[in-house]
């Protein structure tokens, strides 16, 4: 089953209609790479119609969230960046504090502090939320030249 048809059968499930501006909304998110702003997607969306606001855009942002279509993270600059899920599913985040690269890891490279979490502290983690903060290769070593990339 593919997000589209899985996010449309959740709608169904529950009740909502899938409108014109939902379906444009997430066709834009699959012709996207990685990760976007709120502002960025509805450049996007407005470009192809002028009938959805950006209010639209964050609602049908926060269904396609609760639906795990979408995820999202704050990279600490104060602009939340959403990214498609798709079939591949939730993942780690890996976020340069140098450079604000964000990189996508499998869940599984966490599952052993999620493990010592749930055993020592009784707290179990969601690691499809997971972000974690620290310096990508390239500036770790040094060869970035400190330059900001987008997300």
């Given at each position: 089953?593919?997000?589209?048809?899985?996010?449309?059968?959740?709608?169904?499930?529950?009740?909502?209609?899938?409108?014109p501006?939902?379906?444009?909304?997430?066709?834009?998110?699959?012709?996207?790479?990685?990760?976007?702003?709120?502002?960025?997607?509805?450049?996007?969306?407005?470009?192809?119609?002028?009938?959805?606001?950006?209010?639209?855009?964050?609602?049908?942002?926060?269904?396609?969230?609760?639906f795990?279509?979408?995820?999202?993270?704050?990279?600490?600059?104060?602009?939340?960046?959403?990214?498609?899920?798709?079939?591949?599913?939730?993942?780690?985040?890996?976020?340069?504090?140098s450079?604000?690269?964000v990189?996508?890891?499998?869940?599984?490279?966490?599952?052993?502090?999620?493990?010592?979490?749930?055993?020592?502290?009784?707290?179990?983690?969601?690691?499809?939320?997971?972000?974690?903060?620290?310096?990508?290769?390239?500036?770790?070593?040094?060869?970035?030249?400190?330059?900001?990339?987008?997300?």
């Open positions: 089953m593919s997000c589209e048809e899985n996010f449309f059968k959740q709608l169904r499930e529950r009740g909502f209609r899938l409108t501006q939902r379906e444009i909304v997430l066709s834009v998110m699959h012709k996207m790479d990685g990760f976007a702003t709120a502002d960025e997607i509805y450049e996007r969306v407005h470009a192809v119609t002028s009938s959805v606001d950006i209010s639209t855009v964050y609602r049908t942002l926060g269904l396609l969230q609760e795990r279509v979408v995820t999202s993270l704050d990279p600490g600059d104060g602009q939340r960046r959403y990214e498609l899920l798709g079939l591949g599913g939730p993942h780690l985040h890996l976020i340069c504090r450079c604000g690269e990189q996508g890891a499998e869940l599984e490279s966490a599952r052993a502090l999620a493990d010592h979490l749930r055993g020592h502290y009784g707290f179990t983690a969601d690691l499809a939320r997971l972000s974690i903060s620290g310096l990508c290769q390239a500036c770790a070593t040094g060869h970035n030249g400190g330059t900001m990339t987008s997300a």
